[in-house]
């Protein structure tokens, strides 16, 4: 029997559909979020926020309160706290950021063994169940894309200007801390929502892989953001295809397809080079 | 027009609880090169970055052209954008995926909140024109992070003349280029200030070029030690003032 067989067959499950959708909208959001991350050196900061989720997951259970509900606060708080930590901190912040997310797991998973009622399982938390995403859950995702998508896109200027040089940026009149600020409370919101379709241990994945294979192939701004979102999009929807199509576990299937994209980017990297070097075949300088 | 374009009166400044710049007053008339100097640490950058609102000030009034600036370094947006800034190192974080075109531009579009394709023709006709007159239509088309140290600094110039502007700040814009680079990006810097009518603020170690190229020099350690034309402000003694006493100027050797 082939492959396909089964396949169709699962599409027709409205928890399938669910989940291509969740997929398609989760990757999306981290392309788009992870373009302007990446540049900004907050890759190591979003793997923190994804680690430290956990323990507001496990908060939640442990006051008998939704977990996601309990997240979203517990996430833009923590982020909050940490962002200022490591802008006083003399450390450095990629040390400070690994002590409090291995500290905020470790935290988490001696409370998560005084739980008793929770239904899950501690492997749903570290690695997702997009199987299980809700229609809630998914116009909650799609209400983010909209928000992330309309602000980087109406303050677009504003946010490659704070990108590139910060000092340029105030120069500029750039509301720096107020951006710097609003996209970190994004990026923990993001995160938030979406731990339960991609786990605490891959979101990052989700964050980092497709704005770094996009990196290596765009030239050009939009072109690198629009890119980073269009690979999240497909490699989640294609990960979550060779998980059903294989019956693998679909959180690592995504991230593996994801690293197969960056891997492809690496192989266009000198392609690419020689396009940008070929007169006519590059975009006219003003246009 | 605005005869006064900068007067700065009674300026203090701390960073981190310590006073960087203290009781400092001057002032900039229109169209004219005034070279802020001193040793490292007299808080030439601290100075710099309070006038551009990035640091806020602890005492002290900044007036450009005519308009107070806010406790937080607020302007009003048409005064904002008629100050453009040369920053000293411009790498820190270039590994954007930005043309040089798509860089200047982005001195084109107006703060705040904006569709992004907004602007079309007239962005482009401007971008095509700052960069024909820094002599960089070239590299409109590179990226901004594959650029030498004197092409970043002929490209930051025509990311400043994009837009029309009053005042030009420049932070040590000699930093990182050999003599002849140093040299053609001062011969540029000249060229549009005559022809762009800017009036210009730099820090500047080089106190051979400032003593050709600057109206004025301001001499800074912590406080305003002097002030006035060249060959009064870079005398032996009052340099030795301002740098400490057995103080040697560096003198460059240009090619012929």
Not at chain 2, 16 to 38: H, K, P, R, W
Not at chain 2, 118 to 133: C, D, I, N, Y
Request: overall charge positive; charged content about 15%.
């Amino acid at each position: 029997m082939s492959i396909e067989t089964p396949l169709l067959e699962l599409l027709q499950f409205p928890f399938m559909q669910r989940a291509l959708i969740g997929g398609l909208l989760t990757g999306a959001l981290g392309g788009v979020l992870g373009s302007f991350a990446v540049l900004r050196q907050l890759s190591f900061f979003s793997d923190a926020l994804g680690h430290s989720a956990l323990l507001g997951i496990t908060l939640g259970i442990l006051l008998g309160l939704n977990p996601t509900l309990v997240l979203i606060p517990f996430a833009v708080v923590f982020a909050l706290g940490v962002n200022h930590l490591v802008q006083r901190s003399q450390l450095p912040a990629d040390a400070l950021l690994n002590i409090i997310y291995s500290s905020s797991l470790a935290l988490a998973v001696v409370a998560l063994s005084f739980v008793r009622s929770y239904r899950g399982s501690i492997h749903q938390l570290l690695f997702g169940d997009i199987l299980g995403v809700s229609w809630l859950d998914l116009g909650l995702i799609a209400f983010l894309l909209v928000v992330a998508v309309g602000y980087l896109a109406l303050t677009r200027r504003d946010q490659i200007l704070l990108t590139l040089d910060e000092p340029l940026a105030l120069s500029r009149g750039v509301a720096v801390p107020v951006h710097r600020l609003l996209f970190i409370v994004l990026l923990a919101v993001v995160v938030a929502i979406s731990i339960k379709a991609v786990g605490v241990l891959l979101i990052s994945a989700f964050v980092v892989i497709p704005a770094c294979a996009s990196r290596l192939v765009s030239r050009h701004f939009n072109t690198y953001v629009v890119l980073a979102s269009v690979l999240g999009g497909v490699c989640a929807v294609l990960g979550l295809l060779v998980s059903g199509g294989f019956d693998l576990p679909s959180g690592p299937c995504v991230v593996i397809v994801q690293l197969v994209g960056f891997l492809a980017a690496l192989a266009l990297v000198p392609l690419c080079t020689v396009l940008g070097r070929v007169p006519g075949v590059r975009r006219s300088a003003t246009r | 027009m605005v005869k006064m374009v900068l007067d700065v009166s009674g300026l203090t400044v701390r960073r981190d609880a310590v006073i960087a710049v203290d009781n400092v007053s001057f002032s900039l008339e229109s169209e004219t090169d005034t070279a802020l100097v001193g040793p490292n640490g007299a808080g030439k950058s601290t100075l710099v970055q309070a006038l551009l609102g990035i640091l806020p000030p602890s005492a002290g009034s900044i007036r450009v052209l005519g308009h107070a600036m806010g406790p937080q370094g607020q302007l009003p947006r048409s005064v904002r954008e008629q100050v453009a800034y040369v920053p000293q190192s411009f790498a820190v974080r270039n590994r954007c995926p930005l043309t040089v075109g798509d860089f200047v531009g982005l001195g084109w579009d107006p703060p705040g909140l904006r569709l992004p394709w907004t602007g079309g023709e007239r962005r482009r006709s401007a971008v095509a024109h700052a960069l024909r007159q820094t002599h960089a239509t070239n590299l409109a088309d590179r990226l901004i992070s594959d650029l030498s140290g004197g092409q970043t600094k002929r490209v930051l110039l025509a990311f400043c003349l994009v837009r029309p502007r009053r005042l030009l700040v420049l932070d040590e814009a000699q930093a990182g280029l050999d003599s002849q680079s140093a040299e053609q990006f001062y011969d540029l810097l000249f060229e549009l200030r005559r022809s762009e009518g800017w009036t210009i603020l730099q820090i500047s170690h080089d106190l051979d070029m400032v003593r050709r190229t600057s109206d004025r020099v301001l001499c800074l350690n912590r406080s305003l030690r002097c002030s006035g034309p060249p060959d009064h402000a870079l005398s032996a003694a009052q340099l030795e003032e301002v740098y400490g006493r057995g103080f040697v100027p560096y003198h460059h050797r240009h090619a012929p």
